[in-house]
């Protein structure tokens, strides 16, 4: 079983009727609703209740999801870095669409995350351009979608260990819109996708790629604590 | 002075009206004539010539560049492998276009290089996604091009050193259009831009990106021949 | 099932009496025997009927070990050239120790694969850089070899893609000794210990290692045919 | 002209005899004795009047040196994030030794940047693995410290985006020594060497490294602030 924590900070949803139509119990249910299953099992947060996603809720986690936009200032700095330090430790890490600019994953890029960005009701094609990745598994060569917010290069980021999709754009951008990580001993995928005036989270295939990512970005090992040990001459241990 | 060497196989241009209307003496004079300056010496070479692109030419060369299309297989192997033994010893390379399928740049991927692609007028912009990197210099957040052969992914390459450029043609289709490698000690460089029927040479940004690159290729560290040898433990020598 | 061909060429096991000690029924049928499990079925093939190394065995094979020195010249280059088609294709292919010198790892690098050595009896100790990674599951913070060959940098490779282990030997040496890529579709490691004299590949976490390796390199997504197709406009389509 | 910014915390040097017989002006006024010259002009800093190290400092220095051991914790949260931002908009920073635990160095790399450590007298070996390198050039197979502090993987840090140097101890550790990363415009190298108890800085070949480092990391491009800037079409700018 993969124990998953969505948070999301659950803003638009509720100020906003054109958001509300689309994601009526919010990003977050909307995710956990289609992506659990026998094999993962979910619990969600919200910025109203981000106090109790403790360090043993995140001890816990197996692969954390993240959306946020509005509100990333009212993350506390104390619980971004203790998602950053069990990422260290081996959790996985999933940042969505606006995410790239919350705290945590800023902290794990270690660069601005800025970009260029447009919304004007432009189709978006995602193209697959590592069609053996683990994460593009049972997608075509682009996923379509009839609405998404632009964003666009150059896109403030490390070079991706590997790049799984590129965005093309109506107007004309494109941008990096899969990139995979691996920081400490976790590993960190970056989806673009999501704008909540768009019915993103309810494309199949855009949820094929997250549920992807949750299988890829499990840990593989994981420990307690992150030290720096004086060590003995390794002949002599 | 930087010595480099155009290989362009010269086809096209001999026996289609419109190609030889935008490049009258072929695409490697365009070329030359663009890039000669004060630092950059040049020299041509031809499939009707290709036995003279000895390994004395080739040691004497910084940086060569290669465009070629409907004849790749009539590029012996002999002269692509010791093409390929220069890039490994310092020299740089840079391949144009459809020199992804050109014999040293498939064996010096190691990859099919292998795409998707289609012909019908559509534009391109190609974007600039890392503008601190030394071939984006002088160049703004895209550029455009009226006309080009639209090149699509999956692009069959190795997952590049860093990643320059990032293409978007009309029609949808993304590429990785501006991609680095190391091999061996030299560097190589691949522009995707170049189509024989679109007047892509005679383009003042395409031209700063390929002068760019060939500052960027020149040797740093050139070596006289590439061995294995047996040694004595360090300390002792 | 994951389906695991060895190649080795036979050849120091046959003509010294002091390999032959350590592997009475060649390198090949010790790896078969520790390797073959419940998950894993292995078929070996060696220089005396590498001719049986057809198209059909690698399209049946998900991953391909490969162990050579004396004789790589004597793998015909349409095997060879096989060899990397099917990995380009989804193979996933593990090269031992002077593998590194073979037709199918050389060419899949592009680069001249060249290394310093020395044969004088060094301990080794192969450090585990990356303990998240796959391959290197189970193994402590750094496996020791008694004897092992030396092998030194530079090792002209290109930047791997992931580097799990770094090799620490006595007379001071180190080397990149765990190298991950990907080419086309396949999965490629590189594993530098295995030198015929020493009885390497009956150590434990070597073939643990080993083990990791056929499990990281197996396919993830295969194709029959590597084409290069003219499209229509993604919109169209 | 190159305008270099050395920070160095300079507490052992005022506290410990050892170290003060080996700098007694400090590591700061000893490496800018050495690495001054026609082509490099050198301001120094120590955490006693760290406060002046302000942003119009950092938007006038082309590359950062930075040295700290005991009172990272006393650099100003402010200053450490100046320094980053000052990276990201194109400066470049050498972070030395102990400063893999500095504030902006595992701000930069977003991980723990952990390692193992011994402290007896060992001589390290560091090996050239990318001789092509701009910060390898003059250095031959490896250079030879009598004595050092011994630093062991697993090195908590980002795959680099280029390995330069790997380290092997007397008493059997590797360390990858050199490592290169571009983060936002502004590349970063990480070097290993420098223990204050031992002569490291007065190495030619060390200082040589440093040199080169210094020549790599120059700002290729530098903006002035960074934005997220909301943007037209492409095709109607």
């Given at each position: 079983m993969i124990n998953v924590t969505i948070f999301n900070e659950f803003v638009h949803e509720k100020t906003d009727e054109n958001v509300r139509k689309i994601y009526p119990e919010g990003i977050h249910m909307a995710l956990k609703n289609y992506l659990q299953d026998e094999k993962i099992?979910?619990?969600?947060?919200?910025?109203?209740?981000?106090?109790?996603?403790?360090?043993?809720?995140?001890?816990?986690?197996?692969v954390i999801i993240w959306w946020g936009h509005l509100k990333h200032h009212e993350v506390p700095n104390e619980i971004a870095k203790n998602v950053c330090e069990s990422v260290h430790k081996g959790m996985g890490a999933i940042f969505l669409h606006s995410a790239h600019f919350s705290k945590p994953f800023m902290s794990l890029m270690g660069t601005p995350c800025n970009l260029t960005w447009r919304e004007d009701g432009d189709?978006?094609?995602i193209w697959n351009i590592n069609p053996a990745h683990p994460i593009s598994q049972g997608i075509d060569r682009f996923i379509k979608l009839d609405c998404e917010e632009t964003y666009g290069e150059p896109f403030g980021i490390p070079e991706p260990d590997q790049l799984v999709f590129i965005g093309n754009f109506e107007g004309g951008e494109v941008f990096r819109s899969g990139c995979c990580y691996q920081r400490g001993n976790g590993r960190v995928f970056y989806f673009q996708p999501g704008h909540e005036t768009c019915p993103t989270y309810h494309n199949e295939q855009i949820l094929r790629v997250i549920k992807n990512?949750?299988?890829?970005?499990?840990?593989?090992?994981?420990?307690?604590?992150i030290i720096c040990p004086e060590v003995k001459k390794p002949m002599e241990e």
């Open positions: 099992k979910i619990s969600t947060f919200t910025l109203d209740n981000i106090t109790d996603l403790t360090k043993e809720v995140l001890d816990k986690t197996d189709y978006e094609l990512a949750i299988h890829w970005a499990k840990p593989v090992y994981r420990i307690k604590e």
